[in-house]
C-alpha cells in the first residue's frame, strides 16, 4: 500500500463526508437531540426510586399519613383504572397501591422495594393522631413475574425494529445510490412490486428469525406465557408489518446512505427508549407517556406482554392492533406515493 494513494482516498473522503450538507448536519444534531431529550426526561426533580399509586389521589390526608407522601424519592401516581393498577402490582410497575376509598393498600410480596414501602408507611403512622382509620394490608395473588419475563417481548420487538427499519429502509437507499433502481425502471417491474415483494420478503424474515430466536431461547429460559402463540405471532406480524411500512418513508426518495442512517436512528433510539423496552413508563413525564403512544413499537409491546404476561386475548388488545393496522396502511400510502426510482 502506497502512502500517497491512502492519503489521497483519505483526503477525499473527507472532502465528501463535509460537503455532504445532510449527512454531516445529522451526525452533528442528532447527538445534541439525543442528550437534550434524555435532559428533558430524566431532569425534572429529584429520582423517584419508588412508585406508589393512589386511588383516588385527592383523597390523601396528612392527618392519616404523616409524612409518607412527602417522602423524598417516593412518587405518587394517580389511578384512575384500580384494576389495572393491582395488574401492575403484580408485574412490579408499581411498588405500592393505595385505595383510600375502601381503607385498603396492595403489596407484591416478592419486591424488595414493596417490603421497604411498607416498613416507611407503617413508620410514618407512629404519633399520628387519626390511626383508628389505619388501612388494611393485601397481598396480590399470583406467581412471580421475573424481569426477564416482562423484558422479552420488548427485546423481540427490537429487534424486529432494527431489522425492519435498516433492513427495508437503508437497503432501497443504497439500491437508489447504486444505480440498481434505475435499472429495474427500465424493466416492465412497477413500484408497487417492487415494494410489496420487499415488505414481504422483510416480513418473512424477520418473523422466521424472531421465531427461532424465542424458541432457542425459550428452551433454556422458559419464558412466562400465559396466552396464545397464535395471537402473539398474530401481533408480531402486525407490528412488523408497521415498522416496514415506516422504513418505506424513509427509503422513499433518500439517495444518500448516510442521510437515511441518521434517519432511521433518529426513529429507532426514540421508540427503543420511550416504548418500554427495558423500564416501565409509569412515573416518567405525562408528555413522554403521550409521545410513547405515536410510536408502533409502542403498541407492538404492549400487546406482546399482554399476551405472553396477562394470559390476553386479541379483542383485549384491539385497541393496540387498531392503531398497529392504521399506522400500518398510513406508511404504507405514503411511502408509495413518494417512491421514486431515482
Known amino acids: 500500500m502506497k502512502l500517497k494513494r491512502f492519503l489521497a482516498l483519505f483526503h477525499a473522503r473527507n472532502q465528501e463526508f463535509i460537503r455532504d450538507k445532510s449527512a454531516f448536519g445529522w451526525n452533528v444534531i442528532f447527538p445534541v437531540i439525543i442528550v437534550f431529550g434524555f435532559y428533558f426526561a430524566f431532569s425534572s ?13 385527592a383523597a390523601i390526608s ?25 395488574a401492575k402490582i403484580e408485574r412490579h410497575q408499581l411498588d405500592m ?14 419486591s424488595p422495594a414493596a417490603y421497604i414501602l411498607e416498613k416507611l408507611y407503617l413508620g410514618s403512622l407512629v404519633g399520628v393522631q387519626d390511626t383508628q382509620n389505619s388501612y388494611s394490608k393485601h397481598l396480590q395473588s ?4 421475573r424481569y426477564v419475563d416482562w423484558l422479552v417481548p420488548g427485546v423481540m420487538a427490537m429487534n424486529m425494529m432494527f431489522s425492519a427499519l435498516f433492513g427495508v429502509g437503508f437497503v432501497i437507499v443504497r439500491y437508489r445510490k447504486n444505480g440498481v433502481l434505475k435499472r429495474l425502471k427500465a424493466t416492465p417491474l412497477t413500484a408497487l412490486e417492487f415494494l410489496s415483494a420487499q415488505v414481504c420478503s422483510r416480513l418473512l424474515l ?10 432457542g431461547i425459550n428452551y433454556f429460559i422458559h419464558f412466562r406465557m400465559n396466552g396464545s402463540y397464535f395471537d402473539l ?7 412488523a408489518f408497521s415498522l416496514i411500512s415506516m422504513g418505506l418513508i424513509v427509503s422513499a426518495r433518500i439517495a444518500n446512505e448516510e442521510f437515511a442512517s441518521g434517519l432511521l436512528n433518529l426513529l429507532s433510539w426514540p421508540m427503543m427508549f420511550l416504548s418500554g ?10 408528555y413522554l407517556q403521550k409521545m410513547a403512544m405515536i410510536f408502533p413499537l409502542t403498541h407492538l409491546i404492549s400487546g406482546a406482554r399482554a399476551i405472553m404476561i396477562d394470559g390476553a386475548s386479541l379483542a383485549d388488545i384491539s385497541t393496540h392492533l387498531i392503531t398497529l393496522t392504521i399506522m400500518a396502511i398510513l406508511f404504507l400510502f405514503i411511502g408509495a406515493i413518494s417512491f421514486r426510482w431515482d
Open 45 to 57: 426533580g429529584p429520582i423517584d426510586l419508588y412508585k406508589v399509586g393512589s386511588y383516588p389521589s
Open 62 to 86: 396528612d392527618k392519616q399519613f404523616g409524612d409518607f407522601f412527602k417522602m423524598k424519592h417516593v412518587k405518587i401516581i394517580s389511578v384512575t383504572d384500580l384494576e389495572d393498577a393491582i
Open 97 to 110: 397501591l393505595f385505595d383510600h376509598t375502601k381503607k385498603q393498600y396492595w403489596i407484591n410480596p416478592e
Open 142 to 145: 399470583g406467581n412471580e413475574i
Open 206 to 215: 424477520i418473523l422466521a428469525i424472531t421465531i427461532l430466536i424465542y424458541a
Open 233 to 239: 405471532i398474530f401481533v408480531f406480524t402486525l407490528g
Open 277 to 286: 423496552v427495558w423500564f416501565s413508563l409509569e412515573g416518567v413525564h405525562p
